[in-house]
């Protein structure tokens, strides 16, 4: 009786930008950009799906994602699907702002406002109108633009 050959599993890191639509989750092997997912729907109804079937395909070795500014309710579900998936994998879970992935332009807040970046420095500014150019994968991750502070990064307007 002979055995089915089963071919394994290529190792690949995961990073997830779910701060606006469209969701974006890109495999990477070795490095570079092997596989993309995009999705308008919700994040709380892709991303479990992308998760699952990356986690049966792939050997995933570490978890990336964008932790905002952005939609909160994007950023909180991103980030506790993949803080789960982190634990119970026992793999490393690391962040970036946003604007690593959209090429520093201001991402749309409230109406109006954006969120900016000048320097280090993250806050809203009011008046911005329509805010152009969406997100986009990196063909290479770069490792060395994550951290392993990966706490949502909240930034809320005033009231």
């Given amino acids: 009786m002979q055995e089915a ?6 190792a690949a890191e995961l990073l997830v930008v779910g701060v606006t639509s469209p969701l974006l989750v890109g495999l990477y092997v070795d490095g570079e950009l092997f596989e993309e997912f995009r999705s308008e729907k919700k994040t709380s109804e892709a991303l479990p799906a992308i998760l699952h079937d990356a986690r049966y395909r792939y050997d995933l070795r570490a978890l990336y994602y964008a932790r905002g500014p952005g939609s909160f309710m994007a950023i909180k579900v991103t980030y506790v699907m993949l803080k789960t998936f982190s634990i119970a994998l026992e793999i490393p879970l690391y962040a970036a702002d946003a604007f690593a992935f959209n090429g520093n332009r201001p991402i749309k807040a409230i109406g109006t406002s954006c969120f900016v970046k000048k320097g280090d420095e993250i806050r809203i500014e009011h008046g911005c109108g329509e805010t152009r150019g969406g997100f986009e994968l ?3 991750l770069e490792r060395a633009h ?4 990966n706490e949502p990064l909240y930034i809320l307007p005033a009231v």
């Fill in 5 to 10: 050959s089963h071919s394994p599993r290529p």
């Fill in 138 to 140: 990196p063909m290479r």
């Fill in 146 to 149: 994550f951290g392993a502070e």
